[in-house]
């Protein structure tokens, strides 16, 4: 059954919505037919998205062949490795938001009747997603795919290579210019995004794993006739998913995003996930709490050795079976109730899986380590909690007692790192890249880059109320909440505190009684905001704290609405 939009592009009282679309080309057959809205995420401002338009005529070819009328409209996509090292970066999480603005506001005012997403770096497919389940409209998400890995004399090269190059091997002089140079050159070889595990590939993994792209679509390498293929499919879904009525809300349930925690977990996904998944059930009016997070990946094994976990890249996990394969190992522990774009539940579509079939994909039996990737400390430190990338760090730094070395952004960090001025059995705080506070949670990369190079990260820890990319590796806790801006413990922290981290048992804390503590925060006060007008004026003012998703969110429950139930 149609929806109700397309009834009001027929009869007189639709002449003034159809003129418009004659005059873009659109003619008498296509004004009864279900209007399928195509958010694009192209761009000639980052490979990961630069081959976008070429599945965009996939997925409208698909649409036309299954009695749709697809309408493209475009939505910005900007890639995070561009801002590094400035304070531009602080737009990168804060744009969800804005890209969910965009998705909205055409929906509503095109009155589409579905909607395919095109999208596959970090912030923008959440952002897209969390448009689309806010008008629960039949969507379906179609990932650009992961770009081939690039190949040196020394080996496999990837853009996490260079940026850690720069920050740390360059300065220190252990990789020359020339060599430099080279990698440039290699590590970024074509379309699709960067084929490591960092908060693209596991926002890919996710979205499918979810159910809102079509099952073994979400990882097929972006330069595979293959992955045109998939979008045509999607193409054709979509159609059908508006007349069966299945919406997002239908698809993305509680047991949905249990489902993606678990896979997150044995994936070892970007700490960016946590973010992601909660602001996107939020949406929905499902709440989930950031402890959940700790409690599945305590359960659940971790099974993609993919780099920084281990030495595959998303290509490895691809060939090994991908989602699927991976699904299909983490059965048991997956609901295989809930209902998927392809229109069936997963446990349908499970039955004909198989498992891994490939290195960069363990089996529960034989696990890269028997918990997941993530963990979530509490402390005076972190009341409302912290996290950690378990599956990313040397187990010597599982517990580790300090000094703090303080700083007021990433920057400050890195040069001190660089000039020698951390040691050894340090910790470095880095305050204020909060939420609120940079605003939009600065991702802290460029120190992070530095310890790995200086091969510190077996021996000195990094904390900060910020985040950190889905590439960085090492002892480095982020999310802190609250946050240095509001008030939260980090920003009392001086240099020479002790700072006590106890990954097994899930704490951090700092060696200060209760009565310091309260010393100090009546000496406190909150420093100017950095940013005072613009968009991240606007962000700062309405964003929930980390542990809640740091999402525009704001808004009040309606009158008789329950918590955890859907819109």
């Known amino acids: ?159 996490p290579d260079v940026n850690e190059a720069v920050f740390g091997a360059v300065p220190l002089s252990n990789v020359s210019e020339q060599e430099l140079h080279e990698m440039e050159e290699r590590s970024c070889p074509g379309a699709g995004a960067c084929p490591v595990m960092g908060t693209a590939n596991t926002m890919q993994i996710l979205t499918e794993a979810m159910g809102m792209a079509l099952f073994g679509s979400a990882t097929i390498p972006a330069v595979l006739a293959e992955k045109k293929r998939a979008a045509r499919s999607a193409g054709r879904q979509i159609v059908e998913l508006v007349r069966l009525g299945i919406r997002p809300a239908d698809v993305l349930t509680r047991a949905a995003f249990a489902n993606a925690i678990v896979v997150n977990a044995a994936i070892g996904g970007s700490t960016n996930a946590p973010l992601h998944i909660m602001s996107l059930a939020r949406e929905l009016g499902i709440e989930i709490a950031l402890d959940r997070f700790d409690e599945t990946s305590k359960k659940t094994p971790l099974l993609a050795s993919v780099i920084p976990n281990g030495p595959h890249t998303v290509i490895d996990f691809h060939e090994a079976g991908g989602v699927p394969a991976l699904l299909k190992e983490l059965e048991p522990l997956l609901d295989l109730r809930v209902l998927t774009a392809n229109a069936v539940p997963l446990g349908e579509l499970l039955r004909a899986a198989t498992g891994s079939r490939g290195d960069a994909i363990a089996t529960r039996e034989a696990p890269v380590q028997s918990e997941g990737g993530l963990a979530v400390l509490r402390g005076n430190l972190a009341p409302r909690g912290a996290i950690v990338r378990t599956s990313a760090l040397k187990p010597e730094m599982l517990v580790h007692t300090g000094p703090a070395k303080t700083f007021a952004t990433d920057q400050a960090a890195w ?70 801006a509001a008030g939260g413990v980090i920003a009392l922290i001086e240099d020479g505190d002790t700072i006590e981290i106890d990954i097994p048992n899930r704490t951090l804390s700092v060696d200060l009684s209760a009565a310091e503590l309260e010393r100090r925060r009546a000496a406190w006060r909150p420093p100017e905001p950095k940013t005072k007008k613009g968009f991240l004026a606007l962000y700062a003012q309405m964003t929930l704290p980390a542990d809640q998703g740091a999402a525009m969110q704001r808004w009040p429950r309606q009158e008789g609405e329950e918590e955890g139930d859907a819109p």
């Open 415 to 484: 040069k001190a790192i660089i000039a020698g001025n951390v040691r050894a059995g340090d910790v470095i705080v880095v305050r204020y890249e909060g939420p609120k506070g940079a605003p939009g949670m600065k991702e802290v990369m460029m120190s992070t880059d530095a310890l790995y190079e200086m091969g510190l990260e077996g021996s000195v820890g990094l904390i900060t109320d910020g985040r950190f990319s889905g590439f960085n590796r090492g002892p480095i806790i982020g999310h802190v909440c609250p946050e240095a």
């Open 1 to 159: 059954m149609l929806l109700e939009q397309t009834g009001m592009f027929v009869g007189p009282e639709g002449a003034h919505r159809r003129q418009i679309y004659r005059g873009c080309g659109y003619s008498d057959d296509d004004f009864a037919k279900p209007h399928i809205g195509i958010a694009n995420a192209w761009t000639e401002a980052s490979p990961a998205h630069v081959h976008l338009r070429v599945l965009a005529e996939a997925v409208k070819a698909g649409i036309w062949q299954a009695g749709g009328v697809p309408i493209e409209f475009g939505v910005f996509a900007t890639c995070g490795n561009i801002p590094i090292g400035t304070e531009n970066m602080k737009y990168e999480l804060a744009i969800r938001d804005a890209l969910a603005a965009s998705v909205e506001i055409m929906s509503r005012v095109h009155l589409f009747d579905g909607l395919v997403l095109l999208a596959s770096c970090d912030n923008i497919i959440p952002g897209q997603l969390m448009g689309a389940t806010r008008v629960n409209l039949p969507s379906i998400l179609v990932t650009g795919g992961p770009m081939l890995a690039g190949k040196w004399s020394r080996g496999t090269v990837t853009s």
